[in-house]
């Protein structure tokens, strides 16, 4: 019989360990895994890939802003491109692309530097004080209008904010954090408000047609307080081919129940889909998404 990958092993069991080319390691598996040797061999994988990661994600970020400018990051002269490395203390430009992918440098401040609008990261020239905040913000302004594509393959350099959990098809908005890279959020997660007085520091995202992933969201789902109807509801979600991931139960008078339950989804569209299914089950009262 097939079991998970975390299932104990005892002394004397004999196993088939059933391989995938496409397997890799995940941090989940440092829950369970017992040796130290295990434990040091999947976190130097790990931190390998996020480096990877960072680096592709920092050039797209970079190269995205510089074609606002009318140029592209390989247009760039290499000796203004070694003179910001040696500024900024790198050894090459991957050491540069990585600082962007995880939040250690604002990828619009980068590409001011290396376009000549600045003299300074962050610091503009003189003859642009004349004219006030316009040059910049028809940067910014241009610059917001190209938003960033998510594919769902970026890795552990993106990650989806889990206050007000976006899926494709939500208005979303990308905000960078220091060492962790970009952080996703619904557009009007309250959580953001401070961040969106920064140009500089956020971003529009948007969902590529076809994800390679699921996301996690979470819904609510009021019940008549009856027997069964967590297996009956938690079913109609299984049948949607959706993953629960998690669930809790709370009686509210004695009379209904509030079911809360954290599930895998494709996009908006699949969610709506097990809204439907849920909303049609007998002693279900009302089902909503929960958003923060």
Known sequence: RLVPLRTMLYSGQTVEIICSETASPNPAWLNFVVTGKARVNIRSYLKNLRQQEAVALGRRLLDKELSVMGTNFDDIPEKKTNRLLTDFGLPDRDAL?????????????????????????????????????????????????????????????????????????????????????????????????EVRKQDSHWLYVQWEARQSKTFSTEIKVETDNRRGVLATVASAISEMGSNIENVCMEEQDGLTSTLKFAISVEDRRHLASILRRVRSLAHVIRISRIMN
């Open 97 to 193: 692309f990585k600082e962007i992918g995880l939040g250690n440098r604002l990828p619009l401040l980068v590409a001011r530097r290396l376009a000549g609008d600045t003299g300074e990261e962050g610091e503009a020239p003189k003859d642009e004080h004349k004219s006030g905040k316009k040059r910049a913000g028809k940067v910014r302004e241009g610059a917001t209008n190209r938003p960033l594509v998510i594919t769902g393959t970026e890795g552990m350099v993106v990650k989806f904010a889990k206050c007000c959990r976006p899926i494709p098809g939500d208005k979303a908005i990308a905000s960078f954090s220091p060492g962790k890279g970009i952080v996703v959020h619904r557009q009007e997660c309250r959580n953001i408000g």
